[in-house]
């Protein structure tokens, strides 16, 4: 939109001495050489002068009430931008607040979920430790019991290979005894 001039009284009365100076030379120039004795030529034009510079004091006027009411309303329109953004503002900075609330509140349930799973991997490894220690426990005991039986039976082995091995020994020596003295009677019968 192209500026708008504001014209005032001043302004007015200002145009309406340059044209009164320069009528008769634009009348001159344009071929009416002003006659004295028709004044009522002259009262017609200064009439119609009069009726334009009151019709652009009009004009004026209604331009500089247009240019305060625009005035008026860039003041109300930027007043109610300065209050949106204000007001977005404020709901940015609430609905940040709210999300950095929700956020920390999340980090805060996760932390106490991963509090739980550390308890939980604490009980676990306890428990572990403890049927460890019950495993080496039995493990030993069994270990302890396996040693026992095998010495039993290495004993039971021993004593029962001992007595096998007198048995054998007196079953030699008898079987030694009779096949001796059956050596003896034959030798006996062949010496006979």
Same mark, same amino acid.
């Given at each position: 939109?192209?500026?708008?001039?504001?014209?005032?009284?001043?302004?007015?009365?200002?145009? +309406?001495?340059?044209?009164? &100076?320069?009528?008769?030379?634009?009348?001159?120039?344009?071929?009416?050489?002003?006659?004295?004795?028709?004044?009522?030529?002259? &009262?017609?034009? &200064?009439?119609?002068?009069?009726?334009?510079?009151?019709?652009?004091? *009009?004009?004026?006027?209604?331009?500089?009430?247009?240019?305060?009411?625009?005035?008026?309303?860039?003041?109300?329109?930027?007043?109610?931008?300065?209050?949106?953004? +204000?007001?977005?503002?404020?709901?940015?900075?609430?609905?940040?607040?709210?999300?950095?609330?929700?956020?920390? *509140?999340?980090?805060?349930?996760? $932390? *106490?979920?991963?509090?739980?799973?550390?308890?939980?991997?604490?009980?676990?490894?306890?428990?572990?430790?403890?049927?460890?220690?019950?495993?080496?426990?039995?493990?030993?005991?069994? *270990?302890?019991?396996?040693?026992?039986?095998?010495?039993?039976?290495?004993?039971?082995? $021993?004593?029962?290979?001992?007595?096998?091995?007198?048995?054998? $020994?007196?079953?030699?020596?008898?079987?030694?005894?009779?096949?001796?003295?059956?050596?003896? +009677?034959?030798?006996?019968?062949?010496?006979?």
């Amino acid at each position: 939109m192209g500026a708008l001039a504001i014209v005032n009284n001043e302004t007015m009365e200002t145009v +309406e001495t340059f044209v009164r &100076s320069h009528l008769k030379l634009w009348m001159k120039e344009d071929g009416l050489p002003p006659v004295e004795g028709r004044q009522s030529w002259f &009262s017609e034009v &200064s009439g119609r002068l009069t009726r334009i510079e009151e019709a652009l004091k *009009r004009q004026a006027d209604i331009q500089e009430l247009q240019l305060k009411q625009m005035e008026k309303e860039f003041s109300r329109q930027r007043e109610e931008t300065a209050q949106r953004f +204000e007001e977005q503002r404020e709901e940015t900075n609430r609905r940040f607040a709210e999300q950095r609330e929700e956020t920390n *509140r999340r980090f805060e349930d996760i $932390n *106490r979920r991963f509090e739980d799973i550390n308890r939980r991997f604490e009980d676990i490894n306890r428990r572990f430790d403890e049927q460890r220690e019950e495993t080496n426990r039995r493990f030993d005991e069994q *270990r302890e019991e396996t040693n026992r039986r095998f010495a039993e039976q290495q004993e039971e082995i $021993n004593r029962r290979f001992a007595e096998q091995q007198e048995e054998i $020994n007196r079953r030699f020596a008898e079987q030694r005894e009779e096949t001796n003295q059956r050596f003896a +009677e034959q030798r006996e019968e062949t010496n006979q």
